[in-house]
């Protein structure tokens, strides 16, 4: 069976299809406007990651912000060892040097 519904990613980086409180219905995904900021405030489920994306006007924090990862990901919705591996992997900047074998291991 073909899946042909659309990908939806929230402001945090994480697939909404695969996110337990989008599948449950207690998030109604991001509505990433000053509207769905608001709208997540009046039900009391405030979110600092999706106001962040709304105020820099990006899309995704951690492929389109420079500050990722900050303060507003602490503890949440990423574990601080994912955190501090994203760090480590951005400061050292060796992947390059794999890309070659990378796409041969995706392939």
């Known amino acids: 069976m073909e899946n042909k519904a659309k990908i939806k990613i929230g402001a945090c980086g994480i697939c909404c299809t695969t996110c337990g409180l989008y599948v449950k219905g207690v998030c109604p995904g991001c509505n990433k406007t000053k509207e769905g900021v608001e709208f997540l405030k009046s039900i009391n489920a405030n979110c600092p990651v999706l106001e962040c994306v709304v105020e820099n006007e990006i899309d995704v924090c951690s492929r389109d912000c420079n500050k990722f990862p900050c303060e507003k990901f602490k503890d949440w919705p990423l574990s ?26 995706n392939a």
């Open 80 to 105: 601080e060892g994912w955190l501090e591996m994203y760090k480590a992997r951005l400061k050292s900047g060796k992947l390059s040097k794999f890309r070659p074998k990378l796409r041969e291991y």
